[in-house]
DNA sequence: ATGAAAGCGCTAACAT
DNA sequence: ATGTTAGCGCTTTCAT
């Protein structure tokens, strides 16, 4: 046996199949290592003696062996629906060139560092993708582990390749367009400011509100400590009841947007007549939304496919170049900035 | 060098480290696999000896290392935030017990079992949990392979032990207070009919409606390829364009009961006043939208915990007595049933 | 293309 | 608790 824990068990050995097959173990490594040529009867035979041993996939596990390895791809959260068309777009690239892609749910941080890395040692992962905020330390840490790139939330400080956005620009596209409406009391509903798209979406907004000459309210920039649809109601409603009357709120996510027109409707204001609502992400609520939801789309499914396709460049090409992609965003308007709804 | 297609590289081996602590392999070994007892002071040279070979994280894999290995949750589809739930529920109860656990999106069919068994077996997976559908063929041959739990949707045919709802009892509670309310002409919102749920909850309708001697009208029946907004939305728009107005909709899913609403609002139908709807999951969407939706909640967290639990159990314990989970639902009234909202 | 046999990395048994 | 040594599974080399 060798260096597994043993969890699997009954493990059918290559003796086993050599000898039902009549073959030697190392035309049987050669089959399944795909290291060497091997005749069609042949692996005729050890199809058959594998079909004997209760192994009916025998014939496809030795086509595709030889073929490339498990790639991990780390998100924050299951929840947050943004990540859903990410993750099939890294799906989509890791099947084409015949990688593995599994999906795992963590926030890594300082005390979930060790378990993490375990866990990419443990299954072998020859490369990792990460759609989370890593913490510097932590993030050196596993580029030193592992081939990494980072999807849309990233850190430029140990030349760690990345696929991502312009976030302060899409900000400012969608501010611009707000201002161009007329609004000018927009206030900012932001996620947590430890990402990077927080940072850079709030100098965008402030960069907007300064180009234009608007006057910032401190006290209608929301900084919540996740993208909470809940706490988002919550701090709005606090906002409402002291009696602020924003014409409009730009919204660092779709979520986000969708308290803001619940809230809304409580106080008995009118969306978009009385206030605006921009979201971030065209996720599905932006459009399941009454109204629909006006919102900044980013191409989630490239963005997925070209950080793994990146890292399936990187594992397999050693010290490839490091270069980044920063991808278009779109703003897509709908009925919750649009000034004359039917 | 082992089995593996080699596809990660600069392995460390034992006697490097062996050479540099000035240990033997077999002390190594023993740390590593963490089936025999080793001094800590041993422990610290190995740790040296790994920081030295520029390896950080040795101490922990040492620790760690002993305990179980690698289980992989298949789910049909990231886009259905029904799973997000399911899956925290399942990392909790890996984690726990010092399992790992990985997501895989993948329908399994005829045409993607071949991959999906080749990922299992790249991956190591010592366990398996499937969300999906799975045909029968392909469900005997998994279950062949690696020891399997279905987690909601389920195939009672091969004795594979599973965790879910009763679909049935649930449609039928939700049916019944809709005909508390009142309504009569109800129609249903379907997924596709390869589902189990699916078939469990248009059973739990027609018993319904029959015990109440309501007429059913096929044509308000509506079957869905798959759990789409936008399919829900044309099929409704159909349906209120022959000029039939149901005073009720039950969905099997909140997705589909806020494209009724959408539609609904298009036909100047006011929800619940004209229309009642009852969605299904308790997903976000359905507090997110205007009308709230009443819903039937499932267990999300509990299912996939209870899932994890009893597929940990059944690969360390091999031949275990086959034993079913059924968890309860609960009814959540919301607006979208209510007969006088504010 | 295949087998025999050597080599390698890891584990397990035995000795201390 | 650790080293020695035998053994096992897999890969690779060499010969055919």
Redesign the pocket.
């Given at each position: 046996?060798?260096?597994t824990t043993d969890v699997q068990k009954n493990?059918v050995?290559?003796?086993q199949i050599a000898q039902i097959s009549?073959?030697?173990?190392?035309?049987i490594?050669?089959i399944?290592?795909g290291?060497?040529?091997?005749?069609e009867?042949?692996k005729d035979k050890v199809v058959k003696a594998l079909a004997a041993l209760g192994i009916d996939d025998g014939l496809f596990r030795i086509k595709e062996n030889q073929r490339g390895g498990l790639l991990v791809f780390n998100i924050p959260s299951f929840g947050n629906p943004f990540y859903a068309k990410i993750m099939s777009g890294a799906k989509s690239a890791a099947t084409q060139r015949g990688w593995q892609l599994l999906v795992n749910e963590e926030h890594i941080n300082d005390s979930t560092i060790d378990n993490f890395i375990l866990l990419l040692q443990k299954v072998r992962a020859a490369g990792l993708v990460t759609a989370n905020h890593v913490p510097p330390a932590q993030l050196q840490r596993i580029a030193k582990t592992i081939p990494l790139v980072q999807c849309c939330e990233f850190d430029r400080a140990f030349d760690i390749p990345y696929v991502s956005i312009d976030d302060s620009m899409a900000t400012r596209s969608a501010m611009e367009y707000l201002i161009s409406l007329g609004r000018r009391n927009i206030g900012f509903v932001n996620g947590p400011i430890r990402y990077k798209y927080a940072r850079e979406r709030l100098q965008g907004y402030r960069e907007s509100m300064e180009k234009s000459g608007l006057p910032m309210d401190p006290t209608l920039v929301i900084q919540l400590p996740e993208i909470s649809y809940n706490l988002a109601v919550s701090a709005l409603t606090n906002i409402f009841n002291t009696g602020k009357r924003p014409d409009a709120f730009f919204c660092a996510s779709d979520i986000l947007a969708a308290a803001v027109i619940k809230v809304c409707a409580r106080y008995g204001l009118k969306v978009p007549k009385d206030v605006a609502v921009i979201g971030f992400d065209n996720v599905d609520i932006s459009f399941m939304s009454s109204p629909t939801i006006t919102t900044i789309s980013q191409p989630e499914f490239q963005l997925g496919f070209s950080a793994c396709e990146l890292l399936i460049e990187r594992v397999t090409n050693g010290e490839a170049p490091l270069h980044n992609i920063v991808l278009d965003t779109e703003l897509i308007v709908r009925e919750s900035s649009q000034q004359f709804t039917t």
């Open positions: 046996m060798q260096t493990r050995h290559y003796k009549g073959l030697s173990v190392a035309t490594s050669r399944f290592t290291r060497a040529k091997v005749a009867d042949t």
